[in-house]
């Protein structure tokens, strides 16, 4: 089955403790996404990448880094995490060429940071 | 800049009665616009896309939306209402064809009485 699966689907953390959120497609998609969402301000983009070594910042980056080393993977990572970065997080991908506008989106992981 | 605006946060219907959301957009070029929607603890499916082909659209589900641009609208339809549709509705642009970059609006909870 295409998907975009996402690890873990929820976390509970303390301030400054470092983390990964994983992200994978099996879609062979070029490019990969991850998105925040809080109530009231929809979706923003964090980071992306148009493919491997490729990533760019979204309209969000500050405190968060991403790595593309891989085509399948999109790890997102919180260094020194703060509450503020208490969201929910999704992973999204698109082809290169074919429909590049549709984006696949993951199921989300739930962060809430103490 | 482009940006996607819910005319409506809830929408309560009874089943087997029509369904109507709500977006207006503004965009300085012709749009790719989307609905996505959002069930309960689950991701984000894509419902339907409009990328400049035929004006109305056909999405999953019995769901279409018709792009207006001379009303900037592109409200999303289904004639009969089911229990499962209940969820959440995001109508988003394509805001930066570069980056992919989606904005999405801040929602629109669909409510299906019995």
């Known amino acids: 089955e295409a998907q975009v699966t996402q690890n873990p689907r929820y976390l509970i953390t303390v301030t400054g403790k470092k983390l990964t959120v994983t992200c994978s497609q099996n879609m062979n998609h070029e490019y990969m996404s991850w998105y925040r969402q809080d109530p009231g301000l929809g979706l923003r983009q964090i980071y992306y990448s148009m493919n491997v070594e490729v990533t760019d910042k979204g309209d969000v980056p500050e405190g968060y880094k991403v790595s593309r080393k891989e085509k399948r993977n999109f790890p997102l990572i919180l260094e020194s995490p703060s509450p503020n970065q208490t969201s929910l997080y999704f992973c999204?991908?698109?082809?290169?060429?074919?429909?590049?506008?549709?984006?696949?989106f993951g199921p989300g992981t739930r962060l809430l940071v103490l | 800049a482009q940006s996607v605006t819910q005319l409506d946060s809830h929408v309560s219907v009874s089943e087997g009665t029509p369904v109507l959301l709500r977006c207006n957009y503004s965009s300085s070029y012709s749009p790719s616009l989307f609905w996505y929607v959002q069930h309960p603890n689950k991701g984000l499916q894509l419902l339907l896309k409009?990328?400049?082909?035929?004006?109305l659209v056909k999405g999953i589900n019995g769901f279409e939306a018709e792009f207006k641009k001379s009303e900037t609208s592109f409200h999303l339809t289904k004639p009969s209402a089911h229990m499962s549709d209940a969820a959440e509705y995001f109508c988003?642009?394509?805001?930066?064809?570069?980056?992919?970059?989606?904005?999405f609006g801040s929602g629109t909870r669909l409510q299906v009485q019995p």
């Open positions: 988003v642009v394509n805001t930066d064809t570069g980056r992919r970059a989606l904005t």
């Open positions: 409009y990328t400049s082909a035929a004006t």
């Open positions: 999204a991908s698109s082809h290169g060429f074919v429909s590049p506008e549709t984006q696949y």
